[in-house]
């Protein structure tokens, strides 16, 4: 009898490893994986309410920037995998903006207005294929916790390229927003000047509560699977860091954008993050656009976007010329 009670104790221990296995590596797999065919494949335009009248414009623009002669750029990660990116010159020894997409996006899609705002305000810019996308090696999404080293390490071979005279900002969308905010956590050169985050998350936790929420899912629960299989199966802990602790140690300037029609990450966050930043006595400055739609607010009112992403960068590229030339 009592082996046969050991029997089905045993089984059933069995049956729910087996069964917490199966729903962890579903949800890595779901969440937070990219397969080589995925990253292939092309990001689609979004659509729905906010997007469809404007499907015109986004085009225009990536055809724009496909346009544009580059030069392909190549580092290594801290981990090994070799990250690419695309740098356009418009003059030599210009200041610099190092651009970041977001959640399964794709560079050329999600940073075409801000590049092309870059672009004619003089900046040169470095546009980057985030680990697991486009042409950078790697399969695991992080939601910035190593995005935000790489993109350390591009600030470092900017440094090394055009050297420290060359002023440089860090900006992103979405998730690239949130890999900027959280990299002003990190020790970047000294001519990084300026962070500019289009509708950033506050932490990977927040929005994969968020996300879970609205979508009528157990949010303590998927939280869990999700930051669970990302350390058991990805060997990352996305509690490891967050742009709202991180904001609180930038250094630099920050200027946080996003619209209040926002479907995917709530304008909350940005105010929360606006919030954090002028109480740890960050310079940070926070811009809402009405109506505007998750990562398109420059389309919501491109003259306003413009000037503001120009009025920000001139005034940090300035700041720092003159602090060179009072050292």
């Known amino acids: 009898m009592i082996r046969v009670i050991t029997g089905i104790i045993l089984a059933f221990a069995l049956s729910v490893a087996?069964?917490?296995?199966?729903?962890?590596?579903?949800?890595?797999?779901?969440?937070?994986?990219?397969?080589?065919?995925?990253?292939?494949?092309e990001v689609p335009f979004p659509t729905g309410e906010g997007y469809d009248d404007r499907q015109e414009e986004m085009h225009a623009l990536v055809d724009q920037m496909h346009s544009i002669p580059f030069e392909e750029v190549r580092i290594q990660s801290f981990d090994g995998l070799t990250l690419y990116g695309r740098y356009y010159e418009v003059r030599e020894g210009a200041p610099l903006q190092i651009?970041?997409?977001g959640y399964r996006g794709d560079s050329m899609r999600d940073m075409a207005g801000a590049n092309?705002?870059?672009?004619?305000a003089g900046q040169n810019t470095l546009v980057i294929d985030q680990r697991a996308h486009g042409k950078s090696e790697g399969n695991v999404v992080t939601?910035?916790?190593?995005?935000?080293?790489d993109a350390l390490y591009w600030a470092q071979y900017a440094a090394e390229r055009f050297g420290l005279q060359v002023p440089v900002v860090l900006s992103g969308v979405s998730?690239?927003?949130?890999?900027?905010?959280?990299?002003?956590?990190?020790?970047?050169?000294?001519?990084?000047?300026?962070?500019i985050a289009d509708c950033s998350y506050t932490s990977p936790e927040a929005i994969v509560r968020d996300v879970?929420?609205?979508?009528?899912?157990?949010?303590?629960?998927?939280?869990?699977?999700?930051?669970?299989?990302?350390?058991?199966?990805?060997?990352?802990?996305?509690?490891?860091?967050?742009?709202?602790?991180?904001?609180?140690?930038a250094r630099v300037p920050v200027l946080l954008i996003h619209g209040d029609a926002d479907r995917y990450v709530p304008v909350t966050m940005s105010r929360e993050l606006f919030r954090a930043a002028r109480d740890a006595g960050v310079p940070a400055r926070l811009e809402i656009f009405?109506?505007?739609a998750h990562g398109i607010s420059y389309l919501t009112d491109v003259p306003r976007y413009t000037r503001l992403e120009r009025e920000f960068t001139a005034a940090q590229f300035e700041r720092y010329s003159r602090e060179n030339r009072k050292a």
């Open 143 to 149: 939601f910035g916790i190593w995005e935000r080293i």
């Open 290 to 292: 009405k109506g505007g």
């Open 212 to 249: 879970a929420r609205v979508r009528h899912y157990p949010e303590e629960l998927v939280w869990r699977l999700v930051r669970s299989s990302g350390k058991l199966l990805g060997h990352v802990d996305l509690a490891e860091c967050s742009p709202i602790e991180s904001v609180r140690h």
């Open 175 to 195: 998730m690239g927003a949130a890999t900027v905010l959280m990299a002003a956590g990190l020790d970047l050169p000294d001519n990084v000047v300026g962070i």
């Open 99 to 101: 651009q970041f997409h």
């Open 116 to 120: 092309k705002i870059a672009r004619e």
């Open 18 to 41: 087996v069964l917490l296995y199966f729903a962890l590596y579903s949800t890595f797999r779901a969440v937070l994986y990219n397969t080589d065919r995925r990253k292939k494949e």
